[in-house]
């Protein structure tokens, strides 16, 4: 049939151009939809995945809060040091208890597992089948054929004598609570060779997706139900892996673009319905808008979330704008979400590390000068035993208002768990660096009420700054924790770095570590220095003194290794040593007819040790040797730490027979009445007041009082740091019961003091007119 009319002809063909016009256009629009949705529903996928693998790493920081807690407890290290399995075994109950963990473990030192949670006597009958690490603190491992989330730390007593795990099991419970957090459907499955071992999710199993060969995304039908799947591989490992399936319903991220798709059909329809009167009008009206659309379809697929997406009209095609408009809008902010929590603290709200390594390294590519700052709580670790995590997280909050508006534009101020406040200073130099941390000191300390309880906040800061050349992200952060380190509570309370505390930072750690080994290297070894008695000039006791000469870094001064070992507790294990290196050397000079009294000195800490009278009854009955053949010695200053333990020490001591000696008496703050109560027969008077002994010097003066104060008292009294025949001469007019020093002799080892005894017998003995 011919059409003869032209305007049926035109009206036919502009109807037939707008109806290919609105299907290419109705086709763009679905395809870029549909690719869209799924592009969002893989996002939300993904999005999902970040917050399964953040829950992961907060429940593993939970666990390693709890953990590192109990690895620093004093009473659980010192158990763990003595090796008392009840102690640790209700340590390990209760912590675990107290936190929900399924899982508690305790290894030795060796990496047995000693103790068990699990188990019903609590021993550490579990079979650990692999063990991988999954983040920066923690581990996934196959205990006993099953998936666990397992967080372990150090036990330092003070250096590594075994290590406390938490786990938590990858189970059902957690899988279901993973759902209702992410939205997202969750399964765990455990194989090995292939074989799968165990798996539990919130969808039954189907064969093929949860294989182990099944890739790590695509799609999934599980009841015939189209499903997005990720899968995540916590663990593969001799044989054993561990996957962890997130599934998304396809259907349900592609149903809220059904409305959009029936409003294009239906604007397609209209369009042919009215396009006989309107052709002209539709086919400008409806060209360009429908265009504009299915350009932002594609750019929001493209991922441009910055042009908005507005018609200025109330018909179908403005309401679809809306609904693409609000649907950039939600992606948009669904992405800032994201890209803010990779970068902010979540407790304060605070930059994290992360921030802070970035505005350093943009620091650095400026080349402009500043400084960092790491503010610490000295009082963190008192409140964590004493409140709990949760208060004093509240604590750290309050203290982040506290500062949170006080620095300036230029300036980032952080939050980084475990160490503390840092704040990166631009363009400043060192001393406006330090009036800005000094005031922010100010604002962080002080007087705070929670909960009811009143604290006084102390914080410190270590400082570090630097020139427009030589600043590094990972550098300054380590200088500025050791600059942290050097500080102090009152005038010091904010430290400096100074380059030169590298070097004596690292050879501090070196002999924390080393020290541990020393006896075993052979590296300690004793020296014994004379007594010579004044009276009779003979010499029938000596003072044992240690001496370490490291390996590499050749000898180590008493003063500084001696110190270290008390700082770090390895005093207690250098004293063993001593003890029985001593007890060894009497029993050698007692079979050669050699009847010498040996002194050695002991430290606060073993006095505060109530075990330790019996430790050395112990050694002594093992080599048969008699108390009287032992004396000790200790200082003014340890006897003040903690007076009335020092004091219990002491009176068992003497009652066992041991010599007691207060040493370097004159240094300290002890008061007569002390001295008094003190069950000691010899005072040592400190060799600064005996090395420049003269007639009528104040140290004379000093050392002629000390001398008749202690014989009125019942005391003996030994003066050290004698060095020439006038003060010995001196201090025998005086009435000095005994003398050391190197006039006399040197500390020398063992064999040399025989063979210096034997040649000087007569040496020292007074003569007819003295």
């Known amino acids: 049939?011919?059409?003869?009319?032209?305007?049926?002809?035109?009206?036919?063909?502009?109807?037939?151009?707008?109806?290919?016009?609105?299907?290419?256009?109705?086709?763009?629009?679905?395809?870029?939809?549909?690719?869209?949705?799924?592009?969002?529903?893989?996002?939300q996928l993904q999005v999902g995945?970040?917050?399964?693998?953040?829950?992961?790493?907060?429940?593993?920081?939970?666990?390693?809060?709890?953990?590192?807690?109990?690895?620093?407890?004093?009473g659980f290290r010192e158990a763990v040091a003595s090796g008392d399995l009840p102690t640790i075994r209700?340590?390990?109950?209760?912590?675990?208890?107290?936190?929900?963990?399924?899982?508690?473990?305790?290894?030795?030192?060796?990496?047995?597992?000693q103790v068990s949670s699990r188990t019903v006597d609590g021993s550490g009958q579990v079979e650990i089948s692999a063990l991988q690490p999954l983040g920066d603190n923690s581990l996934v491992a196959v205990i006993d054929g099953q998936p666990f989330l397992l967080v372990d730390a150090v036990v330092m007593a003070p250096l590594a004598v075994g290590q406390v795990a938490m786990a938590f099991g990858l189970d059902q419970a957690l899988t279901e609570e993973m759902r209702t957090l992410t939205g997202l459907e969750v399964s765990f499955v455990t194989s090995r060779q292939g074989s799968m071992l165990n798996r539990v999710g919130t969808l039954p199993a189907a064969d093929g997706v949860e294989a182990a060969e099944a890739p790590d995304s695509g799609l999934a039908e599980v009841d015939r139900e189209v499903y997005l799947a990720t899968r995540i591989t916590l663990l593969e490992q001799e044989g054993f892996r561990i996957k962890a399936q997130l599934l998304?319903?396809?259907?349900?991220?592609?149903?809220?673009?059904?409305?959009?798709?029936?409003?294009?059909?239906?604007?397609?329809?209209?369009?042919?319905?009215?396009?006989?009167?309107?052709?002209?009008?539709?086919?400008?009206?409806?060209?360009?808008?429908?265009?504009?659309?299915?350009?932002?379809?594609?750019?929001?697929?493209?991922?441009?979330?910055?042009?908005?997406?507005?018609?200025?009209?109330?018909?179908?095609?403005g309401r679809l704008a809306e609904s693409i408009d609000t649907m950039r809008q939600d992606i948009a902010e669904r992405e800032q979400q994201i890209a803010h929590n990779a970068f902010h603290d979540p407790l304060t709200g605070l930059a994290n590390l992360a921030k802070v390594r970035?505005?350093?390294?943009?620091?650095?590519?400026?080349?402009?000068?500043?400084?960092?700052?790491?503010?610490?709580?000295?009082?963190?670790?008192?409140?964590?035993?004493?409140?709990?995590?949760?208060?004093?997280?509240?604590?750290?909050?309050a203290c982040?208002?506290?500062?949170?508006?006080?620095?300036?534009?230029?300036?980032?101020?952080?939050?980084h768990p475990g160490q503390g406040f840092l704040l990166v200073l631009g363009a400043v130099n060192r001393d406006e660096a330090m009036i800005a941390t000094d005031q922010l000191v100010s604002a962080l300390s002080g007087k705070m009420e929670h909960q009811g309880v009143k604290l006084n906040l102390?914080?410190?800061?270590?400082?570090?700054?630097?020139?427009?050349?030589?600043?590094?992200?990972?550098?300054?952060?380590?200088?500025?924790?050791?600059?942290?380190?050097?500080?102090?509570?009152?005038?010091?309370?904010?430290?400096?770095?100074?380059?030169?505390?590298?070097?004596?930072?690292?050879?501090?750690?070196?002999?924390?570590?080393?020290?541990?080994?020393?006896?075993?290297?052979?590296?300690l070894s004793v020296v014994y220095q004379p007594k010579l008695d004044i009276a009779t000039g003979e010499v029938r006791q000596v003072e044992a003194l240690m001496r370490w000469h490291h390996s590499e870094l050749g000898f180590i001064g008493p003063d500084e290794f001696i110190t270290l070992a008390e700082q770090t507790g390895s005093i207690h294990k250098l004293t063993q040593w001593i003890l029985m290196a001593i007890a060894s050397q009497i029993g050698i000079w007692t079979e050669k007819g050699l009847h010498l009294q040996?002194?050695?000195?002991?430290?606060?800490?073993?006095?505060?040790?109530?075990?330790?009278?019996?430790?050395i009854r112990m050694i002594l009955e093992a080599q048969e040797i008699s108390p009287r053949m032992l004396a000790f010695e200790v200082t003014e200053s340890a006897l003040m730490i903690n007076p009335e333990r020092s004091l219990r020490s002491l009176e068992r001591l003497r009652s066992m027979g041991f010599s007691l000696a207060v040493d370097d008496y004159g240094t300290g703050y002890s008061s007569l009445a002390m001295l008094k109560s003190l069950p000691v027969q010899d005072l040592k008077i400190d060799k600064s007041f005996v090395l420049q002994l003269a007639e009528g010097s104040e140290d004379a003066v000093i050392v002629k009082s000390t001398i008749e104060l202690a014989h009125n008292m019942g005391l003996k009294v030994i003066a050290e740091g004698v060095e020439n025949a006038v003060s010995l001469e001196w201090l025998r007019a005086l009435g000095c019961d005994t003398a050391q020093g190197y006039f006399i002799s040197r500390p020398i080892a063992a064999l040399d003091l025989e063979a210096w005894l034997a040649s000087n017998r007569t040496t020292y003995k007074p003569t007819e007119d003295s």
Do not use: C
């Not at 430290?603 to 109530?610: G, K, P, T, Y």
């Open 248 to 317: 998304s319903p396809l259907e349900d991220a592609l149903a809220i673009f059904d409305i959009l798709k029936r409003e294009l059909v239906l604007i397609t329809l209209i369009a042919l319905a009215v396009s006989s009167l309107a052709a002209y009008v539709m086919a400008g009206s409806l060209s360009r808008p429908v265009s504009a659309l299915a350009d932002a379809a594609r750019r929001i697929g493209q991922g441009d979330y910055g042009s908005t997406v507005k018609l200025k009209r109330s018909d179908e095609l």
């Open 90 to 113: 209700s340590a390990l109950f209760n912590q675990a208890r107290r936190i929900g963990a399924d899982e508690a473990l305790f290894f030795d030192a060796r990496g047995d597992i």
């Open 400 to 415: 982040a208002d506290r500062i949170r508006d006080t620095t300036g534009a230029a300036s980032l101020l952080a939050f």
């Open 49 to 74: 995945a970040n917050v399964f693998s953040r829950l992961l790493e907060l429940r593993a920081q939970e666990l390693g809060s709890a953990t590192q807690v109990l690895a620093a407890d004093f």
């Open 458 to 523: 102390q914080w410190l800061a270590g400082l570090v700054a630097w020139s427009e050349s030589d600043q590094n992200a990972d550098e300054l952060l380590r200088q500025v924790a050791i600059a942290a380190g050097d500080a102090r509570p009152g005038p010091e309370r904010i430290s400096l770095y100074q380059a030169e505390r590298d070097q004596d930072y690292m050879r501090r750690l070196r002999l924390i570590r080393d020290i541990h080994f020393a006896a075993q290297k052979r590296e």
């Open 358 to 397: 970035e505005r350093l390294a943009d620091t650095a590519r400026g080349g402009s000068r500043g400084a960092l700052v790491l503010f610490y709580l000295a009082d963190a670790e008192d409140l964590l035993k004493a409140y709990g995590q949760t208060f004093y997280g509240d604590i750290i909050s």
């Open 1 to 43: 049939m011919v059409i003869e009319r032209l305007r049926t002809r035109l009206i036919l063909l502009l109807v037939g151009l707008l109806a290919l016009v609105l299907i290419a256009v109705f086709v763009a629009v679905y395809s870029a939809t549909n690719s869209s949705a799924e592009r969002q529903a893989r996002q």
């Open 598 to 615: 040996v002194a050695m000195n002991i430290s606060a800490l073993d006095l505060e040790n109530e075990r330790f009278p019996d430790q």
